[in-house]
């Protein structure tokens, strides 16, 4: 038997490279300035490594490319789309596969036909654009994960399970006020913490008994089968797509960012078995994305994705996936800094809460971090917190559950030199964080605000 080594490398060589612009400390202050204190209103280039998410962000493989070339561009009936419809029901065999240009628009289309005014949607913890779409068709989200996916310290395999307890008690009392259950997976909001394969069957087993749809968020659902692969008991000797279609047959529909795990840099769609729903859905798609061949996607956008599905499976990249970045969350972990635990797949959450105690929460602190991140080292990443998520709907606001900021790692893009990079800046900036200031929003949207909100120091 051949020796097993430490080390996990790249299952891939660079084939093409991009060059990044070296900026200086003093440029990097001046471009934050200017950008309202908001890291999502920067330039890209001023950006020397950038964490702000893992959607669209990734490295597309050299047949992902080879597949564009077949890209067919026919308004209706494209061949192309017949190759995308195939390869998305290989995974998840739903009766209908309805193709928009990303994640939101699933579920902008989804919830415009079953939320409404006086509907509650439960998650086990909506993500921003879920959350949004929800509550602008009028109806409530109702995050329902365990107690221990609010706790960034707590060590659990699954912190993003549902509570199975508190939705039955809630489809018990509010039965007809339910459309739709739904679960993430990952659990994005909640450190990128995987759900289960039991907590599903429990989710679809209650749905079930209360005649409620069940969907999945299900853009990261590669990364929460190899979770599920290496972590629940009887799991190790499957497939990872065969988990992947025992998950989908658990649910009635699925809203999905193929930006994500399937090496997306555009696309997502939505998917179910419900006739009614589908075509009401339909018709909403072909008012604002186009026609059910493509909606808003061209032709060799549908072929990456194709080919894109089947690598997104694979062991030997997920297995590379998943230990990378557990190799950044582990060693920021043992520098001290406060991490959510344990590591999630597709990014590591720094615990802003922990490493910035002495701001309020409405002090923002996950967005002071963000910003001395990028300021000391050029690290663009995301806060995941009280700007996401403090602002309610009857106008007021909360603290979030966790200040978090989120350093999403695209997939195939950084080399360990970059990682360790990372390490090394948020180790420095972790060691001063006492010292950084708070912050106040001096300009905010209605809706999303965390994306153009500007913001100045409190000093």
């Known amino acids: 038997m051949g020796t097993t080594y430490r080390t996990i490398i790249e299952p891939f060589r660079i084939h093409s490279v991009e ?13 934050i300035d200017k950008a309202g204190n908001n890291l999502f209103n920067l330039h890209a280039e001023d950006v020397l490594v950038d964490l702000l998410t893992d959607s669209g962000t990734g490295a597309m493989s050299r047949d992902q ?22 390869a998305v029901k290989n995974l998840f065999p739903f009766k ?10 699933a579920e902008k289309i989804l919830f415009s036909v079953v939320g409404g005014a006086g509907k509650i949607i439960p998650n086990n ?24 996916g609010l706790d ?16 039955e008690a809630l489809l018990e009392t509010n039965r007809d006020d339910i459309p739709v259950v739904v679960v993430t997976i990952t659990n994005n909001s909640g450190g990128g913490q995987p759900v289960s394969l039991a907590n599903i069957r429990g989710v679809s087993e209650i749905c079930r008994r209360y005649g409620v749809l069940f969907f999945l968020d299900a853009c990261r659902f590669a990364e929460n089968a190899w979770f599920i692969h290496e972590r629940e008991e ?29 090496f997306g840099n555009i696309g997502g769609w939505l998917a179910l078995n419900d006739d009614q729903i589908a075509e009401q859905c339909r018709n909403v798609l072909i008012l604002t994305e186009g026609f059910p061949t493509y909606g808003g996607l061209a032709g060799r956008d549908l072929e990456a994705l194709a080919q894109g599905l089947s690598e997104s499976v694979q062991p030997d990249y997920l297995r590379y996936r998943i230990r990378s970045t557990a190799y950044l969350g582990e060693a920021l972990d043992k520098a001290g800094v406060p991490v959510v635990k344990p590591i999630g797949g597709h990014a590591v959450y720094l615990d802003a809460k922990t490493l910035l105690s002495h701001l309020d929460p409405l002090e923002y602190p996950g967005q002071s971090l963000a910003i001395a991140l990028y300021q000391a080292g050029g690290i663009r990443s995301c806060e995941i917190g009280t700007v996401m998520f403090g602002r309610q709907p009857d106008g007021s606001e909360q603290p979030a559950a966790m200040e978090l900021v989120r350093l999403a790692i695209p997939r195939r893009t950084y080399t360990q030199s970059h990682i360790d990079y990372v390490i090394e800046v948020v180790t420095d900036v972790a060691s001063r964080s006492r010292s950084l200031p708070g912050y106040r929003m001096v300009y905010e949207p209605k809706a999303l605000r965390h994306f153009t909100a500007k913001f100045e120091a409190i000093l």
């Open 152 to 167: 960034a310290a707590t060590v659990h395999p699954f912190k993003g399970n549902m509570d199975l307890g508190a939705l």
């Open 96 to 105: 209908h596969v309805i193709p928009t240009h990303q994640g939101r628009a």
């Open 65 to 86: 490319w080879a597949a564009i070339q077949h890209g067919d561009e026919s308004y209706a009936g494209s061949p192309s789309w017949f190759r995308f419809e195939a």
């Open 234 to 262: 009887g799991q190790s000797g499957r497939e990872i797509a065969d988990i992947v279609r025992e998950i989908a047959s658990l649910a009635d529909g699925m809203t999905m960012s193929a930006k994500k795990d399937p």
């Open 125 to 148: 913890t909506h993500f921003d654009t879920t959350r949004a779409n929800v509550e602008a068709s009028g109806a409530e989200a109702r995050d329902l994960v365990i107690a221990e």
């Open 19 to 31: 060059p990044l612009r070296m900026t200086t400390e003093e440029e990097r202050v001046g471009a």
